[in-house]
């Protein structure tokens, strides 16, 4: 069973679409995350949710809307989509938000913004 | 605010060779110190970390590293790399409290493994 599940694995869509991602982990861990990868390799931390509440909020547009319906899933939102947008976004979770806390990741999508 | 470098953006070593991938930061305490691997088409996983103690930490799948607070280095190493070692290797370094906003992440190391 995987533990950090996110769908869809690739997304290609053009400029000014709406999109969402949707990630869930069956970890029971309480804190999830989005990070943001771009083509460099840099590994970027987006948002953060602990127990369903808004904890890291990193400058991110406000074009990014993170939902949380449950402690078990977190999704991400994306409005009217710009090719900066184009990276590899992962899901993550841990179980609580301590920074010793061990990260799992889910394994990504890939989204292309043409 | 905290920094790290991994100098090697492409590392290639023969099958069973050792191999050893530079990691240095800039912190101005002793900070915690992670090694994440990420394989092709997957998310990272966290090979190893170092919070206090013991320098030499031991992580998953043979690897280890060692804290050098002198060199501001956290060096992976591996006495015998496999092929499916062949991955993208990133350090972390994060101060000793707060969350994971506060996590920086290197550029990564790419190691190709050739027979």
């Known amino acids: 069973d995987t533990a950090v599940s996110q769908t869809p694995k690739y997304l290609v869509t053009q400029m000014g679409n709406d999109k969402s991602i949707k990630c869930e982990q069956n970890l029971g861990h309480d804190t999830m995350y989005w990070y943001k990868q771009d083509s460099k390799k840099f590994l970027k931390i987006m948002f953060s949710?602990?127990?369903?509440?808004?904890?890291i909020n990193e400058t991110v547009p406000n074009r990014f809307s993170p939902k949380s319906p449950d402690k078990a899933h977190l999704n991400l939102h994306i409005n009217s989509l710009e090719l900066g947008d184009s990276a590899v976004y992962f899901c993550?979770?841990?179980?609580?938000?301590?920074?010793?806390?061990?990260?799992?990741f889910g394994s990504g999508t890939q989204l292309s913004v043409l | 605010a905290q920094s790290v470098t991994q100098p090697d953006i492409h590392i290639t070593v023969s099958e069973g060779a050792s191999l050893e991938l530079r990691c240095n930061y800039s912190y101005g305490a002793t900070p915690y110190l992670f090694w994440y691997v990420q394989s092709p088409g997957q998310g990272l996983q966290l090979l190893l970390k170092y919070f206090s103690g013991d320098t030499l930490v031991q992580g998953i799948k043979g690897f280890e590293a060692e804290f050098k607070r002198s060199q501001s280095s956290f060096n992976l190493r591996k006495p015998s790399v496999h092929w499916s070692d062949a991955a993208e290797y990133f350090c972390a370094v994060a101060p000793n409290s707060g969350g994971y906003q506060k996590v920086t992440f290197g550029i990564g190391t790419k190691l190709q493994v050739i027979p």
């Open positions: 949710y602990n127990n369903k509440e808004l904890i």
């Open positions: 993550a979770s841990s179980p609580g938000t301590a920074v010793n806390e061990k990260l799992f």
